[in-house]
């Protein structure tokens, strides 16, 4: 079985599982990273987002040996220590949660919007593709442009 | 689950207060062009007095602690899947024992029979079942607190004074709560147990944030399809392509080949494959080569369920003879729950005991069944209740830990069972499609009556609701408990001359099962779509008409405050329209008006919405425009694109890529919730949402397309 090195919010790791093996299952499955959430295994709901060199990625549709070299950035490696990312604090703030299960992958969505585009437009949170079941996609809009506002 | 230190300090378990029913009448300022309506059964007794009334004798059996640490401990007997419930209570709770928020840590209790039906989440009523006991078991723990305070320092306690989770001395000396938990737990109270005048409160009523928000933005909430039992083995199930499928052979030999794979196991729902890590289970599930059996639903297609409901609709009393008089039908597709975390449990069944961690509204019920299912007394069976990634109904049914249970039992290991997002929607409860016949008949400009019929797929109540209607002392109101639920909860806000409503249930061989707002979700958004041509019929806008017929002035006045908030009647481009309904159930009352663009007919977005709601006391207005706004999402997705399509006994959708529940692009840009001031005691909101902004989404959608759509999801 091949092994694959690669970082996971800054922490290397090897991991042997089949090429094939999608990054989701390894994350929750091999290295007890359990963030990133299994919502649809397609790609379609993307509760997993996470980064994959700073790029969003769906885990559940990204092959494990499509990571090695790379770093992956799950939603636990967004803050630094006890100090949240200004989108995890917007999402705070806006008090956004409700079941939660979506957010880790919204929260990460949005770090990469903003990260492309420091103050987007309606029509580019529009595009946020994460589905979100308790349906908190107003105050999702409203903490990504307060993050665009300056917090 | 937190291991929690197991020496006992200050732990109440009080006797429950009177609960009483709140019966109102049925109008108290009836407009002068309107007769009179009667009054329904939900507006005297409905679903939440029952559950008030079944759990009343056992609310005593809740648990609060403090910790020498000074933490307040409670064990909440509901689910909490994302409504809210645990921050409410929390709110309760250190309002009433002046503690700080953050001192309190609300968590889900196991199940426990002796609850009786103290341990069911359902039908917005966990705010109002819980505002008495939580807060009495709070206010007795603050009156022994203060007490071993005055013990202390040989104090009178009427002197002393509580707030930040410490007791007050006059001369400024302090003692917190965790330092006199030892002695409070042997005092008699030396000061009155009852709780606070709402006039008094501090916490309750302002807005707060959830008390898990920081632990979901760090990704450390923990689901089910979190726990970590050492051992547990990753299990998905082979499923059938129909409904209730079953299997007639099982050639395992390339599943049981896959490293990793332990174990192949048949249940009656499918047959399980069991693995060291899921991505192997989900391969050895792919390896399976399995000869399926048809369900007992093949055959049946969307089109033949429209059919046997249309012949099922109870006739209307009314003859269409000699008066005025607007007929309407209405179909709603079958609609998934589809909660963001998909069903999951851990099971862990040994020879003599059991036990299973599962998210679930109705833990007794399903520990009571899975026990008698694997063999085992209810006693032998400890059911743990993990927070929910979503429910929406969908968790009164507890079917993967039953097959978790089963798998476990047969291969003598314990094992965590997931279903894929295929298996919930192919497999999983269906809000039940339903068909609508409304007649309206008017004279001389007055409306004389007001008839509503609706055919329904059989709703399976099999949960425990119709335990907790006999438990209640309620009487029993027909025969099935779909008739009893609805009849518990169907109303309507409006003198309209004679109003009935009436159900008639069509049974199937189809899964089903409660969906946020059940029967209302139809019932109450038809009827609201009516209203608007009854309101064109009689020459008037839909805003005055309401507030010509509308019998409460609570719902009066949430309508007045969409109507100036939402700025009804400004110019909008053409395309573009406005829409406007209310609902009122659970004790409270709501409006809501959207603004849609239906530029292009075959895409509408609703592009603003301004909703008003009055729930007679608001203990978390954050949390409560929070269930709103979960209500408005719910209604753009099921009015306009969110159903599922039975084709030969079986689901047509998979995923979120067919079963189109709305995204960003959806919501509008523009929503304002508007908290109306406290009118009484707490009402229910978690459902109330739904059916005002379905009809007001689909009331603006006719007007800005000059349509009159019947049959939703509109695109379908």
Known sequence: MPTYRFTVNGTEVDVDAPADTSLLWVLRERLGVTGPKYGCGVGACRACTSHLDGAEIQPCVVPVEQCHGREVTTIEGLADGDTLHPVQQAWLDEDVAQCGFCQPGQIMAAVALLDRTPDPSDADIDAIENVCRCGTYCRIRSAIKRVAAGG | MPVWNRRRFLTLAIAAPTITIAAKLATDD?????????????????FGDVVSLASAPTAGSMVLEVTDEGVVRFELPRAESGQGITTAVAMMIAEELDARLADVRVELADADPARLWNQFTAGSTGVRTLWNPVRAIAAAARARLVTAAAVQWSLPADTLTTRDSKVWAPDGRSAGYGSLSVRAATVVPAIHTSPKAVTDHKLVGKPTGRVDARAIVTGQAKFGMDIEVPGALATVVARPPTIKGTVVSCDDTAAR???????????????????????????????LKIVWKDGPAVGLSDSDIRTKLRAAVPPFI?????????????DFAFVSHAPMEVLNAVADVRADRAELWFACQSPIVAQREIATAIGLPVSKVTVHVPRAGGSFGRRLFWDPALEAAQVSKKIGKPVRLMWTRTDDIRHGRLRPASHHKIRATFALGQMLSFEHRMACVETDFKHGFGEVVSASGAAVLGPGDGLMFFHLSASNPYNLGVVTQLLSEVPTPLNTGSWRSVYSGGLRTAEEIVVDQLAAKFG??????????????????????????????????RGHAQGVAVHEEYRSATACLVEIDATDPAAPRVTRATIAVDVGLPV????????????????????LTAGVHLDDGRVRESSFADFRYARQRNSPPRLDVHVMPPSGKPGGAGELGVPAASAAVVNAYAKATGTRPRSFPIAF
Not at chain 2, 30 to 46: E, F, G, H, K, T
Not at chain 2, 550 to 562: G, I, P, Q
């Open chain 2, 540 to 573: 008037k806008d839909p805003v005055g008409f309401r507030m010509s017929v509308l019998k409460s002035a609570r719902t009066k006045a949430v309508l007045a405050k969409v109507v100036k908030e939402g700025e009804w009647g400004r110019a909008l481009p």
């Open chain 2, 30 to 46: 009836s407009a002068a062009d309107a007769l009179p309506s009667n009054p329904q059964l939900a507006d005297l007794l409905d």
């Open chain 2, 318 to 330: 009314v003859p269409p003879l000699l008066t005025q008089r607007l007929d309407a039908d209405f």
């Open chain 2, 620 to 639: 978390n207005p954050t949390g409560l425009k929070a269930q709103l706004m979960g209500g408005l999402t719910d209604a753009i997705s099921t009015m």
């Open chain 2, 257 to 287: 080949a896959i490293p990793g794979v332990v174990a192949v196991t048949r249940i009656p729902t499918g047959v399980a494959v069991s693995a060291e890590t899921m991505d192997i289970a989900l391969r050895g599930r792919d390896a």
